[in-house]
């Protein structure tokens, strides 16, 4: 399994980006998919889920009402849309997938609630 996070760079504050999370080797319509992200010198922070049954989805305190998460099937990809940018969403955002049921124990937002992990995409929000 593969999973490619692609679409960070350099955007100003106030401005949008989307975040491509791909799969190789796996349906990600199958399963719980995530966007978590870590700043320098912070730990792992989540950032958005959407669910394998309902496409439910949960956003994180900091991006709610900014960020939006959703998939393309056909693509068997899930994307971050990302708006209204601040400094502070400066991170290696990470995309990961959750095969089994821990999420459901540990809670959506917990890391070790995910079984794969792409590789990270660098967003910078500068001036």
């Known amino acids: 399994v593969q999973l490619q996070a692609s679409g960070g760079g350099l955007v100003q504050p106030g401005g949008s980006l989307r975040l491509s999370c791909a799969a190789v080797?796996?349906?990600?319509?199958?399963?719980?998919v995530a966007w978590f992200r870590q700043a320098p010198g912070k730990e792992r922070e989540g950032v958005s889920t959407?669910?394998?049954?309902?496409?439910?989805?949960a956003y994180g305190a900091a991006v709610k009402g900014r960020f939006t998460i959703s998939r393309d099937k056909a693509q068997n990809t899930v994307y971050l849309q990302m708006n209204s940018l601040k400094p502070e969403d400066t991170a290696v955002y990470y995309c990961a997938v959750s095969i089994g049921k821990a999420a459901q124990i540990l809670g959506i937002f917990a890391p070790d609630s995910y079984d794969f992990w792409g590789q990270g995409t660098l967003v910078t929000v500068s001036s």
């Open positions: 959407i669910s394998s049954s309902d496409g439910e989805t």
């Open positions: 080797g796996l349906t990600l319509n199958d399963y719980g």
